[in-house]
């Protein structure tokens, strides 16, 4: 079975069909978007001095453990077409615990009190707005089917 994550980029990876496994091994590592500027760990937040550090180019990575365990690096730059000199910067990390469901969906649940995120709106504030942040995820799966190929 092949399967495609998508939450807000696509990754894919083959999962163990029949597994009765909650976590899958096969995602152990570290993914990211196609800027491969944005990685997870201290390089981007470093949670000792509660510190963000901005990457030359925007992106978003996972990391995944084989023991059920996830963390995320996200970075966008978010156009506001109304008013161009206006852009807005978003940082966030979350980390937590990942498990595969029945349908091969993979479910990620942060520790509700470890993430972070820095939102930088020069027209609203001078000074960034720095948050904890929570947000679940679940990757939905997508089982290809011959019928595609019609499409």
């Given amino acids: 079975m092949r399967v495609s994550f998508y939450v807000p980029f696509t990754v894919s990876a083959t999962l163990i069909a029949g597994s009765a496994a909650l976590i899958d ?63 807005e910067g978003l940082m966030q990390f979350q980390h937590g615990t990942y498990t595969k469901s029945e349908n091969g969906s993979l479910i990620l649940e942060p520790f509700a009190v470890d993430g972070r995120q820095l939102e930088s709106n020069p027209c609203k504030s001078k000074t960034a707005v720095y948050t904890r942040y929570n947000q679940s995820e679940v990757f939905k799966v997508e089982i290809p089917c011959a019928l595609d190929i019609w499409k």
Wanted: charged content about 15%.
């Fill in 25 to 87: 091994p096969q995602l152990t590592g570290t993914w990211s978007t196609k800027s491969n500027k944005v990685f997870t760990g201290p390089a981007f937040y470093d949670p000792v001095n509660e510190k963000f550090t901005e990457p030359s180019l925007t992106g978003i990575s996972y990391s995944f453990t084989n023991d059920g365990f996830y963390e995320e690096a996200y970075y966008r730059a978010i156009s506001n077409p109304t008013r161009p000199s206006c852009p």
